[in-house]
């Protein structure tokens, strides 16, 4: 893995959640069970009030997860609509339901205007972002899902809770 995160984490252009505290980045597959894990440890650190900043990045590993390239784009149509969070967790609950059926069924849940997202899954109008994101993982030195950087640093441990909250923590306690 290289040394550092290609390109640094940006406001304007990634999708973040948080607002203080350390950048954790995972490049993640919205098919993958183990970038499940990972969310759900997110997820837990979150709801404990951990203070972290959650950066995701796009890494589709469409040669084994057929449907993980139109579950990211879904999660792009969605944030065009302000909800790429709403649309992120969505997907990650329904994992083993990522056909278009049930990408257009979160999109009605999370009340997106489902023809906008529709036709912008038909014209795979952010494949590019997508590709970005892809991009800029591969330059990263990721080969797999999650990889995960913690200010903009390869994190090699563990994705499970303790662990992650480990390498957020700035004494490296586990705390709570």
Do not use: N
Not at 122 to 132: G, Q, T
Not at 143 to 167: C, H, K, Q
């Amino acid at each position: 893995m290289s040394a550092a995160l290609v390109p640094e984490v940006a406001e304007t252009r990634d999708h973040v959640r948080g607002s203080s505290g350390p950048t954790l980045l995972i490049f993640g597959d919205y098919e993958c069970p183990y970038t499940r894990i990972a969310y759900r440890s997110v997820q837990s650190l979150e709801a404990d009030g951990i203070p972290f900043r959650f950066v995701f990045r796009h890494f589709p590993l469409v040669e084994i997860h057929p449907h993980a390239l139109a579950a990211a784009e879904a999660s792009e149509a969605a944030a065009a609509q302000g909800q790429f969070w709403l649309m992120h967790d969505v997907l990650f609950q329904g994992q083993k339901a990522l056909e278009r059926a049930d990408l257009e069924g979160y999109a009605k849940q999370i009340e997106l205007d489902v023809e906008r997202f529709r036709q912008e899954l038909e014209a795979h109008v952010h494949l590019d972002r997508i590709e970005a994101d892809r991009s800029s993982a591969l330059a990263s030195g990721a080969t797999g899902t999650p990889t995960i950087f913690v200010d903009g640093l390869p994190y090699l441990g563990s994705y499970e809770r303790a662990e992650l909250r480990r390498a957020l923590s700035p004494d490296g306690e586990e705390g709570e």
